[in-house]
């Protein structure tokens, strides 16, 4: 089992610029998260998914994010323009969907923006 | 929404020295209680949950103690070591079937 992918690892870009970080969610795993954390705010629910479908999606913080789950294996969050405030460590997580099934973490794509 | 809190914020203790963190939540309805680790610079991972039809756990070194009555849950860390020196965050499952994640705990083991 690979676990949660994440890509990429690092990114650097200037304001302005668009963002995607990709994910692929652990197989048969139906629910899928992205979240980010930085000092001041912590572990942030951005938004997720189930079957593929946008559940929640209500932490999203405003228009420049969108995220999509156009299949069962792969999933991005796009940002457009992007700000240095959105600067983070994003995560994203899956699960499989039975009751009281934990979350698996990838291991994150940190962001910065310049 | 729910409401979470840790305590403490951070907890330096010596090592071999027992070191205890707790949640407390309002949803009532939640009935699940993982505990996550995160070391720096890496993902959270879960260390130990449990189920809200047990009141404890227990896994070689740690444990968690559950008290649905008045809404907290605690994580038990016996015979510390340098390793477990990390970010620990309890994430109660809301009504909304999320995770809901605390604002964390610096523990710091002392050698």
């Known amino acids: 089992d690979a676990g949660v992918i994440q890509s990429p690892r690092h990114e650097v870009t200037e304001m302005g610029q668009e963002v995607t970080l990709r994910c692929k969610p652990i197989?048969?795993?139906?629910?899928l998260f992205w979240y980010r954390q930085t000092m001041m705010r912590g572990l942030e629910l951005l938004i997720y998914f189930n079957n593929n479908v946008p559940i929640d999606d209500s932490g999203m913080p405003e228009d420049r994010f969108s995220a999509k789950m156009p299949n069962a294996s792969f999933s991005t969050l796009k940002i457009q323009p992007s700000e240095p405030r959105d600067s983070a460590v994003y995560f994203c997580?899956?699960?499989?969907?039975?009751?009281?099934?934990?979350?698996?973490f990838g291991d994150g794509t940190r962001l910065s923006i310049l | 929404g729910e409401n979470v809190e840790q305590h403490p914020s951070t907890l330096s203790v010596q090592e071999g020295d027992s070191a205890v963190i707790k949640c407390t939540y309002s949803?009532?309805?939640?009935?699940?209680f993982p505990w996550y680790k995160q070391e720096l610079g890496k993902r959270p991972q879960l260390i130990i949950d449990?189920?809200?039809?047990?009141g404890e756990k227990k896994d070689q070194r740690i444990a968690v103690t559950l008290n649905k009555t008045a809404k907290h849950f605690s994580l038990h860390i016996t015979e510390t070591q340098p390793e477990d020196s990390a970010v620990y965050f309890c994430?109660?499952?809301?009504?909304?079937?999320?995770?809901?994640f605390g604002t964390g705990t610096r523990l710091t083991v002392i050698p």
């Open positions: 994430a109660p499952k809301t009504g909304a079937n999320n995770l809901f």
């Open positions: 949803d009532s309805a939640s009935n699940y």
């Open positions: 197989s048969g795993h139906n629910s």
């Open positions: 997580a899956s699960r499989e969907d039975r009751a009281n099934q934990p979350q698996h």
């Open positions: 449990i189920r809200s039809n047990v």
